[in-house]
């Protein structure tokens, strides 16, 4: 019989039940509301917001349940299978700058990961799809996201939420990217790492805490952002989100500029 402390550590957490309510009804106010409405604006972005908090625990969560089912039994007393983001071991990279990347730039900048006690673990593919996890669930986000749009499904569906959506999508886009960069502190260095000697490994390993802030200062350079982001458009476009969609998103979700005088056409 399971241990009922083991239980309640893989219950789904309270914290993120409640952000996943809030997203739900946020989107339903999106859903509702009108363009040319301030209230609209808020409802964007607290949706997105909340959204984009929803993955980012599910990004974690990934990582963790395949530790977990990789050998390290420690992440059930740790609480990362709740889902609850309190329990990251740095919740400020984790939670609180991705959602001020996100506030600032429109950019789905990874956060930190969670802690896994790597020795634990047997065999360098199980290492990599560790690593791996984390953004494929962004990818498998951002195909939800997308769905109405490949799927062409969007009749009936009202501007403010399908811009919504395109918004969010970006973030999941972008989020995958960057996570799967082969640099040292990203999932991507994560996946080869397993994979590379013993000496580039120690050469790498002092610019693990800095790789994150390396990423986002290359990405304000103007050609690789632009590059960047073109890179970002033509995935979106391949799921059937135009600029359009993502663009008039981006212009709801930053309500505290004002609200966006969306055109009644462009798609």
């Known amino acids: 019989m399971m241990n009922p402390s083991r239980r309640g550590a893989n219950r789904v957490s309270p914290v993120f039940l409640g952000i996943a309510a809030v997203a739900a009804t946020a989107g339903w106010a999106t859903w509702t509301g009108s363009p040319d409405n301030l209230a609209t604006g808020i409802a964007v972005f607290v949706f997105v917001t909340a959204a984009w908090i929803v993955s980012l625990c599910l990004h974690e969560y990934a990582h963790a349940r395949t530790a977990l089912h990789s050998g390290d039994i420690s992440i059930v007393a740790k609480g990362y299978l709740t889902l609850n983001p309190l329990k990251y071991t740095h919740a400020l990279l984790s939670i609180v700058l991705p959602v001020l990347f996100v506030i600032m730039g ?7 990961a969670v802690f896994i006690e790597r020795h634990r673990i047997r065999g360098r593919l199980r290492h990599s799809l560790i690593s791996a996890a984390g953004p494929l669930t962004n990818v498998l986000f951002a195909v939800a996201c997308t769905a109405p749009f490949w799927l062409d499904a969007l009749d009936g569906v009202p501007d403010t939420f399908r811009y919504a959506l395109g918004f969010l999508a970006l973030l999941q886009v972008t989020a995958a990217i960057l996570n799967f960069l082969p640099v040292p502190g990203l999932d991507g260095y994560g996946v080869l790492e397993p994979w590379l000697s013993q000496g580039v490994r120690r ?22 952002n632009a590059a960047f982001f073109d890179a970002v458009d033509a995935i979106l476009r391949v799921l059937g989100v135009t600029d359009w969609d993502t663009y008039w998103g981006q212009q709801l979700y930053r309500f505290w500029l004002g609200s966006p005088d969306i055109p009644p056409t462009g798609r």
């Open 106 to 112: 429109g950019i789905g900048l990874p956060g930190g």
């Open 203 to 224: 050469q790498a390993e002092p610019f693990a805490p800095f790789g994150l802030l390396v990423v986002f200062g290359v990405l304000w350079v103007p050609g690789i």
